[in-house]
C-alpha cells in the first residue's frame, strides 16, 4: 500500500531571541496509510504539536526544519511553493487544534464559521457554500442542525464546540486529518463521543488521522498503529494492540504505567493516583549522542549512553528503537 504522508528524518529546532536552541524533533520517520488512524502518544514537550505544524509548515518563525523530508501523496511538502501550500493546508490536509477555545471567533456564527473555512479553499457560489455547510453540519449534528448553525460558540457546549472544529477540518472533504489533543479539555464521556465520531468519519469518508495525545487510554479501540515520541524521537511504532497490550520500549512500558485508571470518579483522585515516570525531562538544547530516555532508564546499559539506538523489528509492523532488543 503507497502511504499518502511519509516523513523521512524530519528535525525541527526552536532558536529564541537569547540563541538557545531546542531539538523539538531530532530525526523522526513514520508513514501514514489510506484511511489509517495514527495515533502519536507522546509526554508534554515531546514534540507533538510541533509535528503537526511542521506537516503544515505553520511553525512559529523562532521554528525551523533543519533536516529531513515530508511527502504528501508523493509531493514534496517542504519545497512547495506557497500557492501549492495554501491548496494542501487545509483542503487536503487539516487541522483540528489543540486549544478549542481559541480556534473558534467568538462573535461568528457558527455557520459562517464554516462558510469561511470554504470560501478559503474552494471555488464555491455562495449557494453551493451554504449548501456544501448544511451537509456537513447536518453530519455531525443529525438533531439539531439549524440550531447549531444558528449559534455563537458561547451558546454551545464543549462537545459541540469540538464537532464545529470537526466540522471545518472536514468541510473541504481532506485526505488527512491532523488532531492535536482534541479532547483534552472535554469531561470522559464526551471525550468518548468525539472518538467515536472520528471512528464514523473514518469509515464514512476514507480519512486518514493523525491523533496526537498524552493519553494512551484514548486511543484503544481508535487508532490502528501508535507510535511513541520521546524527545522528537520515535521510540517505538506499532499496531495499537501490541504498543499498548504489550509495550516494549521502557519508556513507553513507564508511560503506560502512568494511564489513569478509568474506575476512579473524580479527576483529582485520578491524579493523585498517577505514577509519574522518574528522572528528569530531556534536556532538548543539545543534539545528545545515544539514547535520549538512558538518563531515567531502569534498564539502561553501557552502551545507550553513546550510540543511537536503531529501529529493530519485532515483527513486520512493530519496532522499537533499544539495544535490549539485538538487531
Ligand atoms: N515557539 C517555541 N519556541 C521555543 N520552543 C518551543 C516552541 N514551541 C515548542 N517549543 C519547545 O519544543 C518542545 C516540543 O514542544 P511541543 O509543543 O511540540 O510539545 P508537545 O508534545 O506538543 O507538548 P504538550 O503535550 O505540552 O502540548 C518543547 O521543549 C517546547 O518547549
Ligand atoms: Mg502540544
Known amino acids: 500500500m503507497t502511504p499518502l504522508l511519509q516523513v523521512q528524518d524530519l528535525h525541527v529546532a526552536y532558536r529564541s531571541r537569547t540563541g538557545e536552541v531546542c531539538h523539538a524533533l531530532a530525526g523522526l520517520s513514520f508513514d501514514l496509510g489510506p ?20 506537516l503544515l509548515r505553520l511553525l512559529p518563525p523562532s521554528g525551523i526544519i533543519t533536516g529531513g523530508r515530508i511527502l504528501f501523496e508523493g509531493q514534496d511538502v517542504l519545497h512547495a511553493r506557497p500557492r501549492e501550500m495554501e491548496k494542501l493546508r487545509g483542503r487536503r490536509i487539516s487541522l483540528i487544534f489543540q486549544e478549542p ?9 457558527v455557520r459562517d464559521q464554516v462558510e469561511e473555512v470554504l470560501r478559503a479553499h474552494e471555488p464555491l457560489d455562495f449557494a453551493a457554500r451554504r449548501n456544501r455547510t448544511r451537509q456537513v453540519l447536518a453530519s455531525l449534528f443529525p438533531a439539531d442542525a439549524d440550531r447549531i448553525a444558528n449559534s455563537y460558540p458561547h451558546q454551545l457546549s464543549g462537545g459541540q464546540r469540538q464537532r464545529v472544529l ?74 495499537a494492540e501490541s504498543v499498548l497490550a504489550s509495550p516494549q520500549h521502557p519508556y513507553t512500558r513507564a508511560l503506560l504505567r502512568c494511564v489513569p485508571p478509568l474506575d476512579q470518579k473524580s479527576q483529582a483522585s485520578r491524579k493523585a493516583m498517577l ?34 539506538p536503531a529501529a529493530v523489528p519485532l515483527s513486520e509492523a512493530h519496532t522499537v528503537s533499544c539495544f535490549k532488543f539485538p538487531g
Open 35 to 54: 484511511s489509517e488512524i495514527l495515533g502519536v502518544l507522546g509526554e508534554s514537550g515531546s514534540g507533538k504539536s510541533t509535528l503537526a505544524a511542521s
Open 101 to 109: 477555545s481559541v480556534a473558534l471567533h467568538p462573535a461568528m456564527r
Open 166 to 239: 470537526v466540522a471545518q477540518a472536514i468541510a473541504c472533504g481532506p485526505s488527512v486529518v491532523l488532531a492535536d489533543e482534541p479532547t483534552a479539555s472535554l469531561d470522559p464521556t464526551t471525550q468518548q463521543e468525539i472518538l467515536t465520531l472520528f471512528r464514523t468519519l473514518r469509515q464514512a469518508l476514507g480519512l486518514s488521522m493523525v491523533l496526537i495525545t498524552h493519553n494512551p487510554g484514548l486511543l484503544a479501540g481508535l487508532a490502528d498503529r501508535v507510535l511513541v515520541l520521546y524527545a522528537g524521537r520515535a521510540v517505538e511504532v506499532g499496531p
Open 275 to 308: 505514577p509519574v515516570i522518574s528522572g528528569e525531562s530531556p534536556n532538548l538544547s543539545v543534539l545528545v549522542r545515544g539514547c535520549p530516555f538512558e538518563p531515567r532508564c531502569p534498564e539502561k546499559m553501557e552502551v545507550c549512553k553513546s550510540c543511537d
